[in-house]
C-alpha cells in the first residue's frame, strides 16, 4: 500500500513540476489546481445557477457511462460464454464461428459504430450495442481456449461417475474454464472501458466519455483530464471488484 501509495504521490508531483515550469500551455498541460477546480464545477450547482457540466452534475455523467458500460459489458460476457462454449466444444461451430469472432475482435470500434448509428438511430441501443460487440469477443476467445484446455481425464472421470453428455459442459467443462473465463471477463470489461468514449461520440451527454469529447471541442482540457481520471479510478475500482468475485468464484486458482 505504501509503494501504491507513494507512487501516485510521485506522478501528481512529476506532473505539479511540469505544469509549474510552464514548458508547455496550459491547455496542453493544466495545473492539478485547474483540474481541482473543474472537479469542483462539474460536481455542484453554481451561484449562476449552472448545474455540473452540460446541466449534468459529474457523478451523474458518470453514472450513466457505467450504466452503458455494464449493460454492454454483461450481455458481451454472457454472450461470449455461451458462443465460446459452443466453439470449444463443438467443431463444427468452430469452423464457422471462429473467424467471425476474429474478424469482429479485430475491428476498432470507430469502423463499425457509424454502421450501427444507421441501424439504431443516435440513442442508448447504438452505445450498448457497441460496447456488447467490443466485449464479446475476448470473452469468447477465452472461453474457447479454456474449454479446448479441460484434461480428458476429468470427462472421462464423470462420465464414468454416470454424468450425461448434457451434463458435462456445465458440471465439469465450465467450472474447469472458470479461472481464464475470468480472465477474459476482466478484459472484455476493461475493452467496453476503452470502448465507452468512442460510443459516446454522438449524442453522449450525459456521459463521461461524451463530457470528454464536448470538452475538447472548446480547449478545456482541464475538464478532459478530470475525465480521463474519473475513468480511470473507477475502471480500478470494476476491476477491483472482478478480482474480489474472481477470487471467490475460483479459490483454486492457482492452487490447483
Known amino acids: 500500500m505504501a509503494l501504491r501509495v ?5 506522478l501528481l508531483a512529476l506532473w505539479w513540476a511540469v505544469a509549474a515550469a510552464g514548458i508547455w500551455p496550459e491547455v496542453f498541460v493544466p495545473k492539478p489546481s485547474s483540474v481541482w477546480h473543474a472537479l469542483i464545477e462539474t460536481s455542484t450547482v453554481q451561484d449562476n ?18 450504466r452503458r458500460i455494464i449493460l454492454g459489458s ?7 460464454i455461451v458462443i465460446g462454449l459452443f466453439i470449444g466444444l463443438v467443431p463444427t461451430v468452430r469452423a464457422l464461428l471462429g473467424p467471425l469472432v476474429t474478424f469482429v475482435r479485430t475491428l476498432p470500434p470507430l469502423a463499425y459504430f457509424s454502421l450501427l448509428i444507421i441501424w439504431f438511430g443516435i440513442d442508448e441501443t ?3 450495442v457497441l460496447l456488447f460487440v467490443a466485449a464479446l469477443p475476448p470473452v469468447a476467445v477465452a472461453t474457447a481456449d479454456a474449454v ?16 450425461g453428455r448434457l451434463a458435462l459442459p456445465w458440471r ?14 476482466r478484459v472484455a470489461v476493461g475493452v467496453a472501458y476503452t470502448t465507452v468514449v468512442a460510443a459516446e461520440t454522438v ?6 466519455g461524451g463530457m470528454i469529447r464536448d470538452a475538447q471541442r472548446y480547449n478545456q482540457s482541464d475538464v478532459v483530464v478530470l475525465g480521463l481520471l474519473v475513468i480511470g479510478a473507477s475502471g480500478l475500482l470494476i476491476d477491483a471488484l472482478l478480482q474480489y468475485g474472481e477470487h471467490k468464484l475460483v479459490p483454486w486458482r492457482g492452487r490447483a
Open 6 to 10: 507513494g507512487g501516485v504521490l510521485a
Open 49 to 66: 445557477g449552472q448545474r455540473g457540466y452540460a446541466g449534468h452534475l459529474l457523478w451523474e455523467h458518470l453514472g450513466i457511462s457505467l
Open 74 to 80: 454483461l450481455y458481451g460476457i454472457l454472450g461470449g
Open 126 to 128: 447504438p452505445k450498448v
Open 148 to 163: 479446448r484446455g479441460v484434461h480428458e481425464d476429468y470427462l472421462n472421470a464423470a462420465r464414468s461417475l454416470g454424468a
Open 172 to 185: 465439469i467443462v465450465l467450472p474447469s474454464a472458470l479461472p481464464e473465463i475470468m480472465t477474459g471477463v
Open 203 to 208: 449524442n453522449g451527454v450525459p456521459g463521461i
